[in-house]
């Protein structure tokens, strides 16, 4: 009588996982195959897993492209199936954050379909200006500036926030004015508000509004960071990067990468996926 063999679960589905990625050729099994063995730490298969995950980050575009390219650059960082290199991670940890677009235009959008639908609807009968100026700012009047002026000074953060955007953008009858901008974008920073902080970093690290002075903007850069922020993590590690810090500049790519992906999962609806 022949033996019958069965199997965990768990190795079953390993099992299962396995035919349909070499079988198959299936690259959503491929990778999650590889990323099984990584779990696991399987160190006797790392190589072959690093392979893999090169060639599911360097192929045509696929869904999982993005998430490949990440697991590269995991195992450049890490030294897994790979000679550990950290410029390496650096550039794949940008490279799937930038393929994040790739995402959005080849995989429906219903956040951004419905927002470009609103848009659309808006402008059909108006300047497309005066539309955006409406949809960013409201109906921009001398009173309405004036209360809201008012209201910032008094300490209210949006308001603040308000005059940041307006200034930063201009609107209406108000002109674009970066010092005022830089004004109240640190008044609103030093009140704890994230994306001020995120702006004000970046005003610090290129000079723009402010005197250019990298301390004041890795200091607002890593509290907007510390706060959920995504583009302070790019600056961060752009400038380890620069300082040839490729250590830590890799550790704020990743972030940053991360941040990205868990956005476009977000609004895509993969969070499940």
Same mark, same amino acid.
């Given at each position: ?28 099994? *491929?990778?999650?195959?590889?990323? /099984? ?28 492209? +993005? ?61 497309? !200006?005066?539309?955006?100026? %409406? ?7 001398? %009173?309405?500036?004036? /209360?809201? +002026? %008012?209201?910032?000074?008094?300490? !209210? ?18 002109? %674009?004015?970066?010092?005022? /901008? ?11 508000? +994230? ?17 250019? !002075? ?18 302070? /993590? ?10 040839? *810090? ?28």
């Amino acid at each position: 009588m022949k033996e019958i063999i069965t199997y965990s679960p768990e190795l079953q589905h390993l099992f299962d996982m396995w035919h349909h990625a070499t079988d198959l050729n299936n690259v959503n099994a *491929q990778f999650n195959l590889a990323c /099984c063995f990584v779990k696991i730490k399987q160190k006797k298969h790392a190589k072959k897993v690093f392979s893999l995950f090169k060639k599911l980050a360097n192929q045509d575009y696929t869904k999982i492209q +993005t998430d490949a390219q990440f697991m590269l650059a995991k195992c450049y960082e890490n030294g897994y199936g790979i000679q550990k290199s950290y410029p390496r991670a650096i550039r794949w940890y940008e490279t799937a954050a930038n393929n994040v677009v790739n995402d959005l235009i080849n995989n429906p959008d219903p956040v951004g379909d419905t927002a470009n639908k609103a848009l659309e609807k808006a402008i059909e009968s108006q300047n497309i !200006d005066e539309t955006l100026d %409406e949809i960013l700012f409201g109906k921009i009047t001398p %009173e309405l500036i004036n /209360c809201i +002026t %008012e209201s910032a000074y008094s300490g !209210d953060v949006e308001a603040q926030i308000y005059l940041m955007n307006l200034y930063n953008l201009g609107g209406g009858y108000i002109e %674009e004015d970066i010092k005022k /901008c830089a004004y109240w974008t640190e008044t609103a920073a030093k009140n704890g508000n +994230t994306e001020a902080m995120e702006n004000l970093g970046n005003m610090y690290y290129y000079g723009k509004g402010v005197k250019q !002075d990298y301390k004041s903007a890795l200091y607002w850069l890593e509290k907007a960071s510390s706060q959920g922020a995504e583009y302070s /993590c790019y600056l961060l590690g752009k400038y380890y990067e620069s300082q040839k *810090q490729y250590k830590e500049s890799a550790k704020w790519y990743r972030t940053y990468a991360e941040r990205k992906i868990k956005w476009r999962n977000k609004r895509l609806g993969w969070e499940k996926r």
